[in-house]
């Protein structure tokens, strides 16, 4: 079992930065690709960016094309944590922002909700113009 806490969202203006961070309980977390996804209201959940597993530290990672350049993902698995560096905030941008984790490392990277067994209960992120 794995539970999944974010934080770090909140209120910037368009073109600033927000670091949203998931803490993750489970010994097992490691092993988990993980992944971050968001939903604006009205509209379904959307992947945003995702990030491997790997016993070398090595990471791969993949993101949607409307944050890649300006997102980045990365994971600190001594700390149990995935983290979502985000640049140049767009109000587009503004959502509900949740980590999730699949057991099944051939999902990594997968935009795909339904293959992700674990979700977070999510951060506000509001980018205003």
């Known amino acids: 079992q794995v539970q999944l806490v974010e934080s770090g969202g909140g209120l910037v203006q368009a073109g600033g930065s927000l670091r949203l961070s998931c803490a993750a309980s489970?010994?097992?977390?490691?092993?988990?690709?993980m992944g971050w996804f968001r939903q604006a209201p009205g509209k379904e959940r959307e992947f945003v960016a995702g990030i491997n597993w790997s016993a070398s530290s090595v990471f791969r990672t993949y993101y949607a094309d409307s944050v890649k350049g300006r997102f980045t993902i990365f994971r600190d698995n001594a700390k149990n944590t995935v983290s979502l560096q985000m640049n140049s905030l767009k109000p587009e941008d503004t959502a509900v922002y949740y980590c999730?984790?699949?057991?099944?490392?051939?999902?990594?990277?997968?935009?795909?909700?339904?293959?992700?067994?674990?979700w977070g209960q999510g951060t506000q992120v509001t980018v205003s113009s």
């Open positions: 489970g010994r097992t977390f490691s092993w988990y690709p």
């Open positions: 999730a984790a699949t057991t099944n490392a051939r999902w990594s990277g997968t935009p795909d909700d339904r293959r992700y067994d674990y």
